[in-house]
C-alpha cells in the first residue's frame, strides 16, 4: 500500500502586488514598500493542520511586522487586500497582529508578540477539533489564542501578511491531498 507523502504548500497565486513567490511558491518575498504583500495558503488546511511560516528575512526601515491567521475565505475568490488589517472586521478573519487576536471588530490580547520574532523563527496557527484557534511560535503551542467557535466543517485557509519589517518568508505547511475550492467564480471583496 502507498504510503502518505506529504508535501510543503505553496503559496496561493492570488496574492498581494508586492509579492514575489520563489521556490516554487513555496518563499514569500515582498519585494517593495511595507504592504500588498498578504499571501494565502494554496491548499485548505485541515482541522488539526497546522499552518506554520519561517521568517527569513528581516529589514528595509519599516514598523510592524508579520500578520498571520486563518480564514473561510477560498482564495481564488478573494480580492486581495492592501493589508490584513483591512479585514479585522470581517468574520470570515482571525488575524494576529504584535501581541493581539483580531476578528470581527474585536480584540483578544495573547502573551506573545510576533513583532520580537527574529530570521529562523517561525510562527503557525492551528484550528483544534474543539473549534479553537492556538498559535505557535518556534513549534511550542502558546495555547487557545481565539475559543469562539471557529469552524471546523469546511476549508480553512492560511494566510500572511509579509508586513513591515518582515520581508520573506518560506512555508512549512504540509499537506497531504491537493484540494481545491468549490466555486472558482468570481472575486470576492472582502476589504468593504
Request: proline share 2%; glycine share 10%; charged share 25%.
Amino acid at each position: 500500500m502507498a504510503k502518505d507523502v506529504k508535501q510543503v504548500g505553496a503559496f496561493h497565486k492570488n496574492h498581494g502586488a508586492n509579492i514575489h513567490l520563489l521556490d516554487a511558491g513555496t518563499v514569500a518575498h515582498r519585494k517593495d514598500s511595507y504592504n500588498k504583500a498578504v499571501v494565502f495558503t494554496e491548499y485548505p488546511i485541515n482541522v488539526g493542520g497546522l499552518f506554520e511560516v519561517k521568517i527569513e528575512d528581516i529589514g528595509g526601515g519599516w514598523a510592524g511586522s508579520l500578520r498571520i491567521g486563518m480564514t473561510v475565505d477560498c482564495p481564488d475568490e478573494i480580492k486581495v487586500p492592501l493589508g490584513a488589517l483591512d479585514l479585522y472586521k470581517s468574520s470570515n478573519y482571525w488575524i494576529l497582529s504584535a501581541s493581539t487576536v483580531h476578528h470581527r471588530g474585536s480584540e483578544k490580547k495573547v502573551d506573545f508578540n510576533v513583532e520580537e520574532l527574529k530570521v529562523g523563527d517561525s510562527v503557525g496557527c492551528s484550528i483544534h477539533e474543539d473549534g479553537k484557534l492556538h498559535y505557535y511560535i518556534n513549534g511550542i503551542d502558546k495555547g487557545v489564542s481565539w475559543n469562539e467557535g471557529l469552524p471546523t466543517c469546511q476549508a480553512i485557509y492560511g494566510f500572511a501578511d509579509v508586513y513591515g519589517a518582515v520581508r520573506k518568508i518560506r512555508s512549512l505547511f504540509q499537506y497531504d491531498e491537493k484540494m481545491i475550492c468549490e466555486d472558482d467564480s468570481e472575486l470576492l471583496d472582502v476589504t468593504g
